[in-house]
């Protein structure tokens, strides 16, 4: 198992809403890429319409994230 170094909650995080769940977190040395473990980029705009996105987490899904965000 590899540790964490570093872990960063949301500012605005709400437990009981599960708003905002989102932690950076720093792990203490790298790691392989494997099918179950690989980075994601993070979108920075929009995308046009008929394209498909990826969608990761555990928490819930709603339309604040981006005016165009619709899962």
């Given at each position: 198992m590899v540790?964490?170094?570093?872990s960063v909650?949301?500012?605005?995080y709400?437990?009981?809403?599960?708003?905002?769940?989102?932690?950076?977190?720093?792990?203490?040395?790298?790691?392989s890429?494997s099918?179950?473990?690989r980075s994601?980029?993070?979108a920075?705009?929009c995308?046009?319409?008929?394209?498909s996105c990826?969608?990761?987490g555990?928490?819930?899904?709603?339309n604040?994230?981006?005016?165009?965000?619709?899962a």
């Open positions: 540790e964490a170094s570093l909650r949301h500012p605005e709400n437990r009981p809403l599960l708003a905002n769940d989102l932690m950076l977190i720093k792990l203490d040395e790298s790691v890429e099918d179950t473990i994601i980029s993070i920075s705009q995308p046009t319409a008929g394209n990826l969608v990761s555990w928490g819930l899904l709603a604040e994230c981006l005016p165009c965000c619709s």
